[in-house]
């Protein structure tokens, strides 16, 4: 997974709670980015980072904010989670723009 | 607007037989194209790219072709093995603000293996 961790890998929570996940990499890669991954949907950009307190918006960031205070990670945070947001969520990481992108093993969030 | 599409959900082979996944594309601008492999429970594996300014590209037993005229790109796998079944997905590439770049993904193709 060109070293990329996610923690956790798999949580349930439920609604209105605030949820962090985390994804650190070992690659010193510029660029970060969050997708979820839904049936019939494919994967879903929410937001991304250029740079150490770098960050912009996805087409699907209603609801996420992120926070990027070193190279090495990147958070995503649910303030108050809802069963919309239940999915698989991924980090990917690339050197630079018009780079490939690649992928880590997912967080797989429940929200009940 | 954009759009990235696959022609067909379920793509069923015998081992040792060539698959050819197909994919389509609207945004004529798109100039970076990624194919990646999915297993079950893990993330989008890379498995090759290719620019606009190629026409096809090989790598071990996978090619790329791109016709740009039709918005049309494919992935061969040649001497298809079990360890191929997967989901694999087209993503088309743009630029974001920051210099970073989205890709924008179909939904997938289900790759099947028949020993």
């Known amino acids: 997974d060109a070293g990329i961790t996610q923690s956790p890998r798999h949580k349930v929570t439920e609604t209105g709670t605030p949820v962090t996940l985390r994804c650190h990499q070992t690659e010193n890669h510029r660029y970060m980015y969050w997708y979820r991954q839904d049936p019939g949907h494919g994967l879903r950009l929410i937001h991304y980072s250029y740079g150490v307190k770098d960050t912009d918006k996805g087409e699907v960031s209603d609801g996420y904010s992120v926070s990027r205070s070193k190279t090495e990670d990147f958070l995503l945070t649910l303030e108050s989670a809802t069963s919309s947001q239940t999915s698989v969520y991924f980090c990917a990481i690339s050197r630079g723009g018009q780079e490939t992108q690649y992928f880590g093993p997912g967080t797989r969030l429940l929200v009940l | 607007g954009e759009s990235v599409g696959l022609h067909l959900p379920t793509l069923s082979v015998q081992e040792g037989d060539n698959s050819i996944i197909n994919c389509a594309y609207s945004?004529?601008?798109?100039?970076?194209f990624i194919w990646y492999k999915q297993e079950s429970g893990k993330g989008p594996q890379f498995i090759i790219d290719?620019?606009?300014?190629?026409d096809k590209r090989q790598g071990q037993r996978v090619t790329v072709l791109l016709n740009k005229t039709v918005k049309h790109l494919s992935l061969q796998i040649a001497a298809t093995q079990p360890g191929d079944s997967a989901v694999y997905f087209c993503?088309?590439?743009?630029?974001?603000?920051?210099?970073?770049?989205?890709?924008?993904f179909g939904t997938g193709t289900q790759l099947k293996v028949e020993l």
């Open positions: 993503a088309e590439n743009s630029l974001l603000t920051g210099g970073g770049n989205k890709l924008t």
């Open positions: 945004n004529s601008a798109s100039d970076y």
């Open positions: 290719i620019r606009s300014n190629m």
